[in-house]
Structure formats: C-alpha cells, structure tokens
C-alpha cells in the first residue's frame, strides 16, 4: 500500500451521515458529518448528504482515497427498480408490520430473528405488497454501495441477517424458494469483500479518482465495534438513537431478537432495544439535555419507573411488539424527569445484558460506550451503579469502525499482488 493511500468510512446514521478518513497506520483524520434534510425513510437524503461530505473533502484527502465502506441502519429497507430508482420511501428498522405475521411464520421458524413483525422480512413482505414483487429490496448501507457502483447487486451478510440470511449455512430459507422473494433479494457477500470500483460518472459527480474500490461494509452497530477496537471480556453498547448491545462469544447465541455477526473471524451477538436517545431528544433540545443533566446526581435513584420507548413495541431485550412506553408520571422538575428516563434507559441496558447473561455469553468485565450518549458524564456513572461494572467511552466514530474494513480490503489486495508477482516464472 502506497504511504499515501487513504480509505474511507461512510456511516449512515439514524438522524444523518458521517463521513471518516483512515491513513495506513488505522489513524483517524478526518471526520464530518451532516444531518438528513427530511429524515431517515428518504433515500434521495442518504444520496445528498453523502454527495455533500464527499465533495466538501479536502481535494488532497479525496484525490489520495483508494477505498470506501458503507455502514447503515440494519433493517432500514427499501425496494427500488433495477436500475437503483427509490419506488417510495425506505421502511425504519424501528417500524412493526403486524400485519404479516401469519406470512412470517410460514417462511420461518418462530425462534428465527427474522420471524419477528419487527423483522427486515416483515417489512419485505409488505415492500411486496405495495410495489409487487418485480422489485429489488435492499437495505440502507447496500443500497448506498450499489448507487456509488451503479450496480444494485450486492448485498452484505450482517445487513440481510433479519431479512433471512442464515450466516452458518450461507443461504437463504428453502421456504424462499416456494415465494417470490428470491427474485427480489441480493446475492449476499461477506463483510470486507471488495465488490468493484467507484462507477465512472459517480466518480466524476463526486470529484473522485478513478478506481476507487467499493467494499462491503456492515451494520452500524457492528461498524462502533470496530471502532472501539473491544477486548474478548468487553461488552459493547452504542448509545445512539437506540441502545444497541453487543458482545464476543465462542458460538452464536440463539433467542427471540437476538443476532449473531462474524467480524474479524469471531462470532458477536447481541440484541438492539427501540429505546434510546431519539426519545429524550423528542422531549429535550440538545442544551436542555447538557443543561439538566448537569443538575442530576447519579449516586441517588429518581424514585421513577419509566420505560423509554418511542412507541408501542420492543425488540431486545424483550420482544414484545405491543409493549408500551411509560413516560409518565412526569414530575415538575425536568432535572429529576430526565434523572428518571436515563434510569429507564439504564435498566433496558442492564436487562439486555442478564438476557445476553443467560442465553449463554459469558458476562462482561467492563463496558465500551459509543454513540452520543456515552459523553453524558452522570448517565456513564448512572449506568455504572445500575449495571455494577466499569464503563469507559470511546469518541472514535462508528464510520472509522466500517473505514477500517476498507483498509484491510486495500491491504489484503496488496499482498495478494505481491504473491502473484512473486510466484510468476522468470523471464
């Protein structure tokens, strides 16, 4: 690899997209992000802020980038022509399709995580029904790789896992092949896998070198635990927009919400809760919750028994589609309201790891946190009482986690070239 090789991580977040430049030695230098002008469900806005943030590069880090790597929202679904056209708006990972749970259970079995209503496949099937089946469905990271490709064929194993995947049989469902939706799905690839070069005409819309490689990313979840670069004793929890709890384990853990992912040749299972920080930005602006977080004491408990949901519906570490949030009483003080939810929200964490606990991963020595909230200085200690463990954080971004993919792949290439070149005759 040349000393001036640079890759490139592209996180697509819950609420916008950031962007990370990786050198050869794996540091991060430079980092930016943006916010979606709409929100999550509109693939024009993934298309935009990725436009804006590559351009904005500075021309030295872009003309030196030789690979990027997509990470997205696992279960953000979307169905597009063949030729990569959005037919509507993409469905969130956090939306529940009740209505398919009858046709869910005829492809799968009811322990599998795709049998949930708040499954990929749940959305699918109902993608299906408002667009038919001469559709592709592709998820949020796959579809991003296939627009800077021109070339929707792709899709990475640890984002197809809820829609059916089974990663140890590498395969579909053979009840799929009873249904439509072979005709709808992508051919799977491994995460790290180098799928081709940027397209031309995208290379020159987004004032790129030619032959930038492309390289099947992961799920964001998976992406901040790269980037946190975790021990085998570490459990990992992004405090994004959701919780999202996951952990190293010697074989994959097998439970009603649970997924399993293989990331640098190890199995990481865990579970993602609907609660998280979208719901205290519903109630709180960004000051408020800086403000208000400096006033509580994270040594005392509320008094409160909240349960942070933004709606109807859980996935980890119960999956309960119709659970309710609580989030009320709601006490005068917003101080002691807030005190409460970050409670409510370090509960959730503390019961998805007794789940985790006793589907058979052995118990963390300690906590890694990434995402927004893990800045929170009294909800880090709040959550070290509840949880009874260390946790530290880590600032490092979920889109260094997904560049670091792209690196290896750049570097895996390089050695492949020098063994050929070394194994050819002399002349």
């Not at 943006?34 to 436009?51: F, K, S």
Request: proline share 7%; charged share 20%; net charge neutral.
């Amino acid at each position: 690899m040349n000393k001036s090789s640079l890759v490139l991580g592209i996180d697509l977040g819950t609420s916008g997209v950031r962007l990370a430049v990786l050198n050869e030695q794996q540091e991060l230098i430079h980092t930016s992000t943006t916010n979606y002008p709409t929100g999550l469900e509109v693939p024009e806005d993934w298309q935009t802020c990725c436009t804006e943030l590559i351009r904005a590069l500075p021309t030295k880090l872009r003309q030196a980038l030789k690979a990027i790597a997509v990470d997205g929202t696992s279960g953000t679904l979307l169905a597009c022509e063949r030729s990569g056209k959005a037919l509507s708006a993409a469905l969130p990972y956090h939306l529940n399709c009740p209505e398919q749970q009858e046709a869910l259970l005829s492809l799968v079995s009811s322990e599998e995580p795709a049998a949930s209503i708040s499954s990929s496949l749940a959305r699918a099937l109902r993608l299906i029904a408002n667009h038919g089946n001469n559709v592709l469905l592709r998820h949020q990271a796959d579809w991003i790789s296939g627009w800077l490709l021109n070339n929707w064929q792709w899709g990475e194993e640890g984002n197809n896992l809820r829609l059916g995947w089974d990663l140890i049989n590498q395969s579909w469902p053979v009840s799929f092949a009873k249904s439509t939706l072979p005709m709808v799905l992508p051919e799977i690839v491994a995460s790290g896998k180098v799928l081709g070069t940027v397209a031309a005409e995208q290379a020159q819309n987004l004032c790129l070198p030619k032959g930038v490689l492309v390289v099947a990313g992961t799920t964001d979840a998976n992406a901040a635990v790269l980037t946190a670069n975790a021990g085998p004793d570490d459990g990992i929890t992004v405090l994004g927009s959701t919780i999202v709890l996951k952990r190293f384990v010697e074989v994959p853990l097998v439970g009603a919400g649970i997924t399993n992912h293989r990331v640098g040749g190890r199995w990481l299972s865990g579970g993602a809760s609907n609660a998280g920080g979208a719901v205290l930005r519903e109630l709180f602006t960004d000051d408020e919750l800086e403000e208000l977080s400096r006033q509580i004491n994270p040594e005392l408990d509320s008094g409160l028994m909240l349960r942070p949901l933004p709606g109807p519906g859980e996935r980890f570490p119960v999956d309960e589609p119709n659970l309710e949030p609580v989030l009320e009483p709601r006490p005068v003080s917003d101080s002691l309201y807030l005190h409460g939810l970050l409670e409510g929200l370090a509960r959730i964490e503390a019961q998805g790891w007794q789940r985790l606990k006793a589907l058979g991963a052995p118990p963390p020595s300690r906590i890694v946190s990434l995402g927004g909230g893990a800045r929170n200085r009294q909800w880090r200690r709040l959550r070290e009482r509840i949880l009874g463990l260390p946790v530290i954080t880590c600032t490092s971004p979920p889109a260094a986690g997904v560049a670091r993919l792209a690196l290896q792949a750049i570097s895996d290439q390089t050695r492949l070239n020098a063994a050929t070149q070394q194994s050819k005759p002399l002349p």
